[in-house]
């Protein structure tokens, strides 16, 4: 990660990822926790959310880390691989569950 300005790329290319296609998670859990409930899209959206702000955190202020002799990660690339996977387990459900409703009406 010696790259010149890798947070800031990743903090650039993570923000859409989380932001836009993770957008039904954070939708979803803000009407979960409005109903007092919670589901899988809470704990992807804490997740996600968490990793996200700590990043961003550690990004602007690292001396608050580095003042306590320890180096401060990012973790933007998590949060997005997060969402990702979990946005292809249901692309690939829908893909079973369809070949599974086709294969039966045949």
Request: glycine share 10%; charged share 10%.
């Amino acid at each position: 990660m010696g790259v010149p300005y890798a947070g800031e790329l990743m903090w650039l290319l993570s923000t859409p990822v989380i932001f836009g296609f993770g957008r039904s998670f954070f939708i979803s859990a803000w009407k979960q926790l409005r109903q007092g409930s919670a589901n899988m899209d809470t704990l992807v959206t804490l997740s996600t959310g968490i990793a996200y702000l700590f990043s961003l955190f550690n990004l602007f202020f690292p001396g608050f880390w580095l003042s306590r002799g320890i180096h401060p990660h990012l973790y933007f690339e998590a949060a997005s691989v997060i969402i990702a996977f979990i946005l292809l387990g249901r692309l690939l459900e829908e893909r079973a569950r369809g070949n599974t409703t086709s294969a039966i009406k045949n």
